[in-house]
Structures are given as C-alpha cells and as structure tokens.
C-alpha cells in the first residue's frame, strides 16, 4: 500500500509527505493481517499507518473472497455474533451454520481492513452478487446497480483511537440492513452506501492533513476505479477541505490498481539504496 501511494506521487514528481488513502481487496500489511482500507502519512521510503477501516473477519480465508456472503457474515460477526445467521436469506442454512463455527473458533480466520472486502458484504446482503467469478465482479455489480442520484448518506462512521482515525465499516453496513428491513430499494441503498463511503473518506483525509500540516492528498488502489465512489469523494473532499492550498492527487500516469505497484517499489527502493549512499 505504500508502494501505491508512492505510485501516485513519484509518477508526478511529488517529493514533499502526503497523506494518502489506499483502498484495494487483498495486501498483506506490516502487522500480519490483510490491508485494504489504509490512511498512510507517506514521506519518501518511510509511512506511518494513521488511520484505517475496522478489521473484519474473512471466515475461511480466500474462500470469502469468492463467497462474498461468507464475507458479509464475517464482516458483521463482531456486532451481531449469532445473528448473522440471519444474513443473507439465499444461503443454505448447513452453510451458514459452517461459517459461524469458523467464526465463533476463530477458525482459518485472516484478519482484514479491506475495502474490497465491504464493497463485497454489501454486494451479497443486497443479493446483487452471491459468488465471484471475476476480480472485482460484487463491487462493480454494486456499482452498476447504484442509484446515482440518492443523496442520503447513513450516520457519520468515524472513530478515533490510540491516535489513529477508524472508519466504521461495519456500521455502516448495518444501517444498510436496517433500510432493507424496511423495504428500501436496493439502488438506493447502494446509493446511500457509495455516499457514505465517499464522504467519510474525504473528512478523515481532510482532517489527517490538518492534523499532519501537509498539503498534498493523494489515492490510489483498485477500489478507486469506482466512478461513483470517486466522484463523490471528490466532490465532498472539496467542500470540506479547510486550507484552500490542499491538493487531491489521484494516478494520471498509471492506473490506480496494482498495475502500479512494481514502480512504487522500485522508487522506495531506489531512495533506500540513496540514503545508503
């Protein structure tokens, strides 16, 4: 993820230290768990992990990936325990009963911040895709089905702890579950969702830049070719930025998926071997 960010910066000739925020499916981080929804102060080879989503639980690993129901029940679990079973009405009942136990043993359970991976729970509770067949494919369905015009947003979903600011995932999906109970369509509950994502994004980067006094925000990551998610963020990362010298860099030479990632290494690389020198 730090590859990324450098990624975006370095391909611009940007030296000075940005804050960037990095939102992809699976890369495993510096703590042994599985990165993918990361606020990074980036300066050179070095970065400070400043904020990032709360961990959710992949129950079976890779298999959640591919089951994104799997995924909604274990990005759910700590919040609801043995009501996610609940979830999901169009999972077998033997099913579900196997991922709870997976959950409830913290069995071949990896650790995640990904933002892939709630893009993927919201995409099965909403029954918009119930296995992966593709990279990306419960994400773009989601998108795709988004009502582009809903300018709801759910409750702010920001905490802060030991210094570092957290996005509340979990928190979010569960006010989604709320307006399906209540027969809210789908379109506008990914709507709501897209907007919520977007803004909460643009207030914790607005805020760690003036936290961290830098005047560079850049992004990267796969999750970034979400049109819609992008657009929003955009839009609200204008409206609540505080210094008007702020900039918000995105990737205007390479993609924002992990396309890049090879020249963001290479450029870290090359500024170790520098201060070596």
């Known amino acids: 993820h730090h590859a990324h960010a450098v990624a975006t910066l370095a391909s611009q000739g940007i ?6 925020v990095v939102y992809d499916g699976t890369g495993l981080g510096d703590d042994g768990t599985v990165w993918g929804g990361e606020f990074l102060l980036v300066e050179g ?3 400070q992990r400043v904020g ?3 961990p959710m639980l ?12 799997r995924m909604a029940m274990g990005a759910l679990y700590a919040k609801m325990q043995d009501k996610v079973k609940d979830l999901c009405p169009w999972m077998s009942a033997p099913e579900k009963e196997a991922v709870y136990q997976l959950l409830a043993t913290r069995t071949n359970c990896s650790v995640t911040t990904s933002m892939g991976r709630l893009f993927d ?20 369905k989601l998108e795709k089905i988004a009502n582009s015009h809903e300018q709801r947003r759910y409750s702010p979903a920001i905490l802060k702890k030991e210094g570092k600011y957290l996005l509340d995932g979990t928190q979010i999906l569960l006010e989604a579950i709320n307006d399906l109970a209540n027969g809210i369509e789908p379109s506008q509950i990914a709507g709501c969702f897209h907007n919520t994502i977007a803004y909460n994004t643009a207030f914790i980067a607005t805020e760690l830049a003036r936290e961290y006094k830098v005047s560079v925000v850049c992004y990267s990551g796969g999750c970034f070719q ?47 071997r520098d201060l070596k020198k």
Do not use: W
Not at 257 to 264: E, M
């Open 15 to 20: 030296r000075e230290r940005a804050i960037a």
């Open 45 to 47: 080879d070095t970065y």
């Open 52 to 54: 990032h989503l709360t």
């Open 58 to 69: 992949m129950p079976g690993a890779e298999q959640a990936v591919i089951y994104p129901g």
């Open 121 to 140: 729970s919201l995409s099965a509770l909403l029954d918009v895709c119930r296995e992966r067949s593709y990279e990306g494919e419960p994400a773009i």
């Open 226 to 272: 979400n049109k819609l998610m992008l657009t929003r963020f955009k839009e609200y990362f204008n409206q609540l930025k505080r210094e008007k010298n702020l900039k918000l860099l995105g990737p205007q030479v390479l993609p924002p998926n992990d396309t890049c990632i090879s020249y963001g290494q290479a450029v870290v690389a090359s500024l170790k």
